[in-house]
């Protein structure tokens, strides 16, 4: 059976010291949680692995950043994310820096979620996928990794909402609407 083949039906039922197994368990739920994109993402993490920094290029996270975390259902580095730009913002109105260095911030965020964004994902997909392991039987693995997994456009969006509504009231309460 192919790892594109498990249904919740025919999800194993239990663990073996087999690595090649377990692999393709892991690879097989991973495609559950993932959904969309799930090869590309494995070929990413694939080719990190044999890398010493264990990092690959994301674009769409160094275009979209915590919008891309959102979407991906990853809140917590999305939460961060809006976090640092929020508070880059507070310090750039209580220090009165020179804008270029908040533009150099704002790339310098970019390029950070770019560098890291995959392997981000990697770590929080397989954590989704061992959470679910260990809490369900192996009969609603497949179903519950589906069901929390894939992706998000309302999450992707509303964290860009929230964070112009942050500025917004950060700028207003600075005074500088």
Known sequence: MT????TPSSAPTSTSADPLREQKIQRALLRAYVDKNYEKYQRMWDKAETKKSRQSWNWAAFFLSFSWFAYRKMYVPAAIWIAL????????MVFGYAERY?????LGLAFGAGQVGNTV??????KQVDQVKAALPSSHWVSNLRSKGGVSWLAGIGAFVILIVLLITVMALGGKL
Do not use: R
Not at 85 to 92: D, F, K, N, P, R
Not at 102 to 106: D, G, I, K, L, Q
């Open 3 to 6: 790892t594109s083949q498990v």
């Open 85 to 92: 730009i929020v508070g880059e913002t507070i310090a750039s």
């Open 102 to 106: 908040s533009s150099v911030f704002s």
């Open 121 to 126: 994902y990697a770590l929080h997909s397989n």
